[in-house]
């Protein structure tokens, strides 16, 4: 039995878009992050916490909607 924090949580219908529009949102902010900040361990770290920033937005999505399905 996998407990639920590590389990696979497949999204709703509802879940998905709210997904695919925290993608773009964050692809929005990495394009943004890519055209205004020199190439340096400065943009590469912002660029990090931007995708972990984007791990955890998606992870609140399926771990909190009632509909989705724990595989």
């Known amino acids: 039995m996998i407990d639920k924090p590590f389990a ?3 999204p709703s219908d509802d879940g998905f878009v709210r997904i ?3 993608r ?3 692809s929005i ?3 943004a992050i890519e ?3 020199p190439p340096s361990r400065h943009q590469s770290v912002a ?4 995708e972990t920033a984007a ?3 998606i992870k609140a999505v399926v771990f909190n909607d009632p509909l ?4």
């Open 8 to 10: 696979y949580h497949k």
């Open 20 to 22: 695919t529009n925290l």
């Open 35 to 37: 055209d205004n900040c």
């Open 55 to 57: 791990m955890w937005a």
């Open 29 to 31: 902010v990495k394009n």
């Open 47 to 50: 660029i990090t916490e931007l």
């Open 24 to 26: 773009e949102a964050f």
């Open 68 to 71: 989705s399905v724990t595989e």
